[in-house]
């Protein structure tokens, strides 16, 4: 199993909440790990300044990796 590092480039481009749904998606096996290191590439290239939960969102469900539905168990805060 993987883990996926951001680099400092990247950082400061996502909110804590996003990145935090994003390992929670993988860590519940609904992303593996081409498919996060897909969002993530996309999120960076696609969305410009901070990256939000709901622009991750949107942008998962427009590529068709979208979570409506899906409850995920709350991970707390990330820093």
Same mark, same amino acid.
């Given at each position: 199993m993987t883990f996926r590092v951001l680099g400092p480039?990247? &950082?400061g481009r996502f909110a804590p909440e996003?990145?935090?749904?994003l390992l929670a998606l993988n860590g519940a096996? +609904?992303?593996n790990e081409a498919e996060l290191e897909?969002? +993530?590439?996309r999120a960076l290239i696609q969305l410009e300044g901070r990256i939000?939960?709901?622009d991750l &969102?949107? =942008?998962m469900?427009?590529?068709?990796?979208g979570d409506?539905? +899906?409850? =995920?168990?709350?991970?707390?805060?990330?820093?």
């Open positions: 480039h990247e &950082r996003a990145w935090g749904h096996g +609904i992303l897909q969002v +993530i590439e939000a939960l709901d &969102r949107a =942008l469900e427009g590529a068709g990796l409506a539905g +899906i409850t =995920l168990p709350d991970p707390g805060t990330l820093h």
